[in-house]
């Protein structure tokens, strides 16, 4: 393969897993002995600022979610939990206007230099504006005792019409994205 061939194979690469999902963080407490926590619950609507007698497909969604990937690591849900779960979606419109380098067919000015050599493409630049919607995810865990956040975990990325069109396996999808950062499980802590 020519050298130009593979380096503008590893920009697509490269383009195209940036592509694939949302940008997931996490941060914990480091001061706090995971291995403490079994159970968990789920902060109620109205403490999130909610309506305590609605809920939306959405929330039910994420909240199925994110008990299954935290009974996946042996929590169990309760009543009387040792951590909170909360979470809390929010979208914001973007606007992104970015120029870039357009390259013009060599002309040489005036034509001067066509009969005998090429020259180099002269450039301008051309503008472009990407409108999109932008959606994050936030997931809190709360040592319910203390009332004080051990670990959060949140996801960004592009709604797309994909998204759109089946928002259950999306909603999954970004949880189980922001719980593979996860790195404790019920009564033993770190992994």
Request: net charge neutral.
């Amino acid at each position: 393969m020519k050298p130009r061939f593979l380096s503008l194979f590893a920009v697509v690469v490269a383009l195209a897993a940036c592509a694939t999902g949302p940008e997931v963080r996490s941060d914990y407490d480091p001061s706090v002995n995971f291995a403490q926590y079994r159970t968990y619950g789920f902060l109620p609507r109205d403490a999130r600022g909610g309506d305590p007698g609605y809920s939306s497909l959405t929330d039910q969604r994420i909240r199925e979610a994110i008990a299954g990937a935290l009974e996946a690591r042996g929590y169990q849900r309760s009543d009387n939990p040792d951590l909170l779960v909360n979470f809390s979606v929010t979208t914001k419109d973007i606007q992104e206007v970015r120029q870039v380098p357009t390259a013009m067919p060599p002309m040489g000015y005036y034509g001067w230099r066509d009969p005998f050599y090429t020259p180099w493409p002269a450039y301008t630049y051309e503008t472009r504006v990407d409108n999109y919607v932008r959606g994050t995810l936030f997931v809190d865990l709360v040592d319910a005792d203390r009332k004080k956040m051990v670990w959060e975990g949140i996801a960004t990325g592009r709604v797309t019409e994909k998204v759109r069109e089946n928002p259950a396996a999306a909603i999954d999808s970004v949880v189980a994205e922001i719980f593979s950062s996860y790195p404790f499980t019920a009564g033993r802590g770190a992994n």
